[in-house]
């Protein structure tokens, strides 16, 4: 399916100036953003509601002492402020650097001296812990949800403060935001994106989310991951889109259907565990009305989830491929998806999966997913990791950009994950793909989710073991071990079943709900096995 797309960037850009403040003028009453919470609470704010309230939030992080080219900290969860803040970073030229509302302490002081950030804000969930972090620190502190001793009270202020007109005008390439991401060693990197990374998220609001001037968009994700900036924030409103947002703890998916039977959502992307919890609960006699479009990202998604969401929605998921570091990079296309694969190179990039020399390997070898830079620098790629340039430099080869995730192409040029290139299981000479076990054991009526990883073995090197999380009416027994391994073994191949199983009552996750594998593997290698 090929589609046409040319990149031509500018040398100037900026977000809140040529997305918000433009829309604003040509469609000052067209919703931007529907906002609920927990209680009940609603707030319908259109596009020149967003940039009066960005223009006051730039106005109080200036008064702050906040510049242009200072790192700040936001340390916030789905409150509305995080919107209006993040566009004024945008509006002052400096570099929003969002973090899950979970941070401990010492995670708040090492991004705060690894940012040299200027200013950290927070509600009154993280503010306790940020004061315990950076005691006897300078830096200002903005708080959400009242007054607060040491820092600044952003509702008082904000009433107070003139909006600020002037905007930033950025080159294309400044620094604008800062995303940690941990590695597989070391502290976490600080991702650097410039300000002209969020229009290339046209590519993810036109041919993954397919978004335009009706659709009313829910992301589901986190606001500390960067899967926000994806959907919560940029490629919504480039494509004059509004977005949707629950502010509310937890996750429950009874309560998430409901609100897609009460509002005029039209688009949805969840990350693979919302899917999972949604088909396992009770579907039956729902209808979403205005829902049209689904997808999902984060990790792949199981294609007996795919099967499910559909039987019961009419609906298909379709899976994108991207990472902190880039924009949508591979997914499945409105009309062109095809169920369980990643799908396909998305449009204005070149995709391969690559061997070790660089070259491009024949449909279905495994290899190394990888961007080609050679030409230039894509789209939406990051500028580098901040103070790191040997990290930097260690993504690159051969002109490519390394992924660090292993696929399969086939002969339609469709990518098959295979898993991360530190999650691959080798046993006996076999290689082994987490995924796939993933998705075999979930097709068992008793598997609510489950994490492969692989375990040590005197004999094999390594073996596969699961670790499961039971559906409602199933309890641990060795009987069940046995039956899903051999269900495993009826599905795929015979050397890929679990030969050790574990039951548990929850998965290790991001905040995005990915499943941390490396966890329950470096607890696997840490323990000598029987």
């Known amino acids: 399916m090929s589609v046409d797309f040319t990149w031509n960037p500018p040398a100037h850009y900026n977000f809140a100036r040529d997305a918000i403040a433009s829309t604003a003028a040509a469609r000052p009453n067209a919703r931007a953003l529907l906002w609920t919470d927990g209680d009940g609470a609603v707030v319908d704010r259109s596009f020149a509601g967003l940039n009066d309230h960005a223009a006051r939030a730039a106005a109080v992080l200036a008064a702050a002492g906040v510049r242009r080219g200072d790192t700040v900290l936001i340390l916030l969860s789905r409150e509305i402020e995080w919107w209006e803040l993040m566009l004024g970073c945008l509006r002052l030229g400096a570099i929003a650097s969002p973090g899950t509302v979970q941070l401990t302490p010492k995670d708040i002081a ?43 009270d952003y509702a008082a202020a904000k009433a107070a403060a003139e909006p600020l007109a002037d905007i930033a005008d950025t080159a294309f390439d400044d620094p604008a935001l800062c995303y940690f991401t941990s590695g597989t060693t070391g502290q976490p990197k600080m991702t650097i994106h410039g300000a002209g990374y969020p229009l290339a998220h046209e590519i993810t609001g036109r041919f993954w989310l397919d978004l335009g001037p009706d659709d009313l968009h829910w992301n589901m994700s986190d606001t500390g991951w960067a899967k926000a900036a994806w959907s919560s924030l940029f490629a919504p409103w480039l494509m004059g889109a509004a977005i949707f947002v629950n502010h509310a703890p937890g996750f429950d998916p009874g309560g998430a259907m409901d609100l897609l039977q009460r509002h005029p959502i039209t688009t949805l992307c969840a990350p693979p565990t919302a899917y999972r919890m949604f088909v396992r609960a009770d579907l039956a006699g729902r209808r979403f009305p205005h829902l049209r479009h689904c997808v999902s990202a984060g990790e792949p998604l199981n294609p007996e989830v795919i099967e499910l969401w559909k039987a019961a929605t009419g609906l298909d998921i379709h899976d994108g491929y991207g990472q902190t570091e880039t924009v949508l990079l591979c997914c499945n296309r409105p009309g062109a998806a095809r169920q369980g694969a990643m799908g396909l190179p998305a449009p204005g990039f070149t995709l391969a999966v690559i061997g070790d020399d660089g070259a491009v390997l024949p449909p279905d070898q495994e290899g190394d997913i990888a961007l080609r830079v050679a030409e230039g620098r894509p789209p939406g790629l990051f500028l580098g990791y901040r103070g790191d340039p040997e990290r930097t430099a260690g993504v690159f080869r051969h002109g490519w950009y390394l992924t660090g995730d292993r696929a399969t192409v086939d002969a339609d040029g469709y990518f098959w994950f295979v898993g991360r290139a530190d999650d691959v299981i080798l046993s006996s000479g076999y290689r082994i793909g987490p995924f796939e076990v993933e998705s075999v054991l979930f097709e068992h009526e008793a598997v609510a989710e489950s994490a492969v990883v692989a375990s040590p073995d005197p004999t094999r090197g390594e073996v596969v073991k699961a670790f499961i999380v039971l559906a409602a009416g199933h309890s641990p027994s060795d009987a069940l071990a046995r039956a899903l391994q051999d269900h495993v073994k009826a599905i795929t191949a015979p ?32 323990v000598p096995q029987a």
Do not use: Q
Not at 116 to 133: F, L, Q
């Open 110 to 152: 090492y991004r705060r001296a690894a940012a040299e950030a200027r200013c950290v804000i927070a509600g009154a969930d993280v503010a306790p812990r940020a004061d315990e972090a950076l005691t006897g620190d300078a830096i200002a502190r903005i708080h959400i949800g009242g007054g607060r001793d040491g820092w600044i």
């Open 495 to 526: 050397y890929k079943y679990p030969r050790r199983i574990e039951f548990v009552t929850s998965l290790p996750k991001t905040v995005s709900g990915k499943i941390r594998r490396k966890e329950l593997r470096d607890k696997e290698w840490a």
